[in-house]
């Protein structure tokens, strides 16, 4: 016997079975939406940390001789231990930061005010809208708010050479809070990655590993690769989650117990500005130092013979109702250090100003001042929003088609075949 029910939208019964198989269909169509979700949550997650390193790394290089602008919560102020003074905001965020583990190189990367401030202006309309919508599809699926963020820091700490004197590829970590649940989201990673986590205990948590094997097969022929074989991921607390190398993940979780956390003036040099849409500070020098031995290698300790801050770098962009602003702040040691490096980047901006042909790059050159302030070089930069949205927009255009040589096909001539007449 089949039971049928009245289908009040038309004159159509539905069977029991009918009823069944639609909600296997919905049940399927929910579940691989928070399989995608969370498949490109996590996949965020590795590709942000992934590109930590590279980019912290390279910013160390590049900013060694960027210098300091005027910023709103330092500047004037500073002590002459060069301890940056910070503002009530810029302590509190300090604070939620302060259970890190020590790093030689942070970015700070204030998500919200991308999400909620920035991609508005440049997004079109569609690709706005996608975007909410992919947000409220997070949200309903996932229980994860991108644009709740409150921010995503990338760490980066370099390592001593190993007994055998072998140079030691360098750890990252990206660490992400917000209102979130740190458990949920470590719970849809598993569903993600398909199984491919394997659980391990440390210090009271869980954390999560993963071999990501195309880089274990390259790692055969690149030794120092193997150190980028292996990604982790753990929930540090309630609504803070971290992922990246599995050894600085350990650290993380040390320190989150009170152990070797991060020391003030790293958090003091990084969040000078708690408004900055993004910052980075790092020490590049005593990275190199630590890295090449300097400081002794794992097996035997060497106390340093110079205690200097010289090349400690400070890099933020900003933005208010009308600009966007870049500030930047490298120690020079002393003031006379400070004034040869200033005048030389000076002098080597002027000489780019006049050999980039580009004039988008020549208006961006332009834009930017280099000064020296007691024992730091400042730089600084503000550009109109509007200039970068035309620039933006106008890199985006498809380029026209140029015009080439080419000769139209012609046909070949036909010649008619004479052959002997027959009588």
Not at 299 to 313: E, H, L, N
Not at 354 to 365: E, G, H, M, R
Request: charged share 20%; aromatic share 6%; with cysteine.
């Amino acid at each position: 016997m089949s039971l049928r029910f009245w289908n009040p939208k038309g004159s159509k019964t539905l069977s029991v079975t009918t009823i069944l198989c639609e909600d296997k269909q919905n049940a399927e169509r929910r579940l691989l939406t928070v399989r995608k979700t969370s498949r490109l949550l996590v996949i965020a997650l590795l590709l942000v940390a992934s590109a930590a390193i590279e980019t912290q790394a390279q910013n160390a290089v590049n900013q060694s001789a960027s210098g300091r602008g005027e910023l709103t919560v330092t500047n004037a102020a500073t002590p002459a231990n060069n301890t940056p003074i910070v503002s009530p905001a810029a302590r509190a965020m300090i604070n939620s930061l302060s259970s890190l583990p020590e790093a030689d190189g942070l970015m700070y990367i204030n998500a919200q005010r991308i999400l909620n401030e920035v991609l508005p202006k440049f997004l079109p309309p569609k690709d706005l809208e996608n975007m909410r919508k992919a947000f409220g599809e997070a949200k309903q699926n996932a229980g994860i708010d991108p644009s709740k963020v409150d921010y995503l820091v990338c760490a980066i700490r370099f390592r001593k050479p190993t007994g055998d004197l072998n140079f030691q590829a360098p750890e990252f970590m990206v660490v992400s809070s917000g209102d979130f649940s740190a458990d949920s989201l470590l719970t849809l990673a598993r569903m993600a990655t398909q199984g491919k986590l394997r659980d391990e205990s440390y210090g009271g948590k869980t954390m999560g590993l993963m071999t990501l094997d195309p880089i274990a097969k390259e790692s055969e022929k690149m030794p120092l690769l193997k150190a980028f074989t292996e990604v982790g991921i753990v929930a540090l607390n309630a609504n803070t989650i971290a992922t990246g190398s599995p050894g600085y993940l350990r650290a993380a979780i040390d320190a989150a117990n009170g152990k070797d956390r991060i020391s003030t003036d790293s958090l003091n040099s990084l969040v000078r500005d708690p408004n900055v849409l993004m910052s980075f500070a790092g020490s590049p020098f005593r990275s190199f130092a630590k890295s090449f031995g300097m400081l002794g290698t794992e097996a035997t300790a060497r106390a340093p013979r110079c205690d200097s801050k010289f090349g400690d770098v400070y890099v933020a962009l900003t933005m208010d109702a009308t600009n966007f602003m870049f500030r930047g702040i490298s120690n020079a040691d002393n003031p006379d250090t400070a004034k040869i490096i200033a005048n030389l980047d000076a002098a080597l901006l002027q000489y780019a100003m006049t050999a980039v042909p580009d004039k988008s790059a020549q208006t961006i050159l332009k834009g930017f001042s280099i000064a020296a302030e007691g024992d730091e070089v400042l730089v600084r930069a503000d550009f109109p929003q509007q200039m970068v949205l035309d620039m933006i927009q106008q890199q985006m255009k498809p380029k026209p088609m140029e015009a080439t040589d080419v000769k139209p096909m012609t046909k070949p001539a036909v010649t008619k075949r004479r052959g002997r007449r027959r009588h």
